[in-house]
T-cell receptor, first 113, second 110 residues
Framework: NAGVMQNPRHLVRRRGQEARLRCSPM?????VYWYRQLPEEGLKFMVY????????ESGMPKERFSAEFPKEGPSILRIQQVVRGDSAAYFC???????????FGSGTQLSVL | DAKTTQPNSMESNEEEPVHLPCNHS???????IHWYRQLPSQGPEYVIH???SNVNNRMASLAIAEDRKSSTLILHRATLRDAAVYYC???????????FGAGTILRVKS
């Protein structure tokens, strides 16, 4: 059973461009979480999704950020009009239900020039 | 979310046991105590969790105080590969998101 797959591993964008981060959860997992880790800081919760539904987006910035987890395909974290402050490692995690342990991917390192 | 308090950093010698403390004085009756760790340049990894009784698995042991206001993660024989940031997290029985604190940076000396 493959682990949580995130791609790309590294993403470079110029200010004002869009960034799309993908997360394929483990097989059988319908719960996906996104976290952001700024340089030298801790992990901050962003959003929790369960197939086609956003359950908790209390950690998402109000503008430019959106997330989806369609019925088919990976979960996508989308950042529009990126700024330098968006540079961070973005981690995705999945679980089979809301009470089980989370399995994390290796992350996407976003660099904004 | 209930808070946890951990030392900023700890150091251990290789092959020796490591005891990582965590205080959670405001823990509620439905909170589970979870431990995750994050190795350099990787995503967090589940270590262990418990509610009231001590727990053991292949990675570590979790000792929970009788009043549940504190717990200790025990690595029985530290190796260089155990050098990581260790997070103690309270999670309600109902589940939902994990809230990470600053964690404890564990350094292992050879």
């Amino acid at each position: 059973n493959a682990g949580v797959m995130q791609n790309p591993r590294h993403l470079v964008r110029r200010r004002g461009q869009e960034a799309r981060l993908r997360c394929s959860p483990m097989k059988g997992h319908s719960h996906v979480y996104w976290y952001r880790q700024l340089p030298e800081e801790g992990l901050k919760f962003m959003v929790y999704l369960q197939k086609e539904n956003i359950i908790d987006e209390s950690g998402m910035p109000k503008e430019r950020f959106s997330a989806e987890f369609p019925k088919e395909g990976p979960s996508i974290l989308r950042i529009q009009q990126v700024v330098r402050g968006d540079s961070a490692a973005y981690f995705c995690a999945s679980s089979p239900d809301r009470t089980e342990k989370l399995f994390f991917g290796s992350g996407t390192q976003l660099s904004v020039l | 979310d209930a808070k946890t308090t951990q030392p900023n950093s700890m150091e251990s010698n290789e092959e020796e046991p490591v005891h990582l403390p965590c205080n959670h004085s405001t823990i509620s009756g439905t909170d589970y105590i979870h431990w995750y760790r994050q190795l350099p340049s990787q995503g967090p990894e589940y270590v262990i969790h418990g509610l009231t009784s001590n727990v053991n698995n292949r990675m570590a042991s979790l000792a929970i105080a009788e009043d549940r206001k504190s717990s200790t993660l025990i690595l029985h024989r530290a190796t260089l590969r155990d050098a990581a940031v260790y997070y103690c997290i309270l999670r309600d029985r109902g589940g939902n998101k994990l809230v990470f604190g600053a964690g404890t940076i564990l350094r292992v000396k050879s």
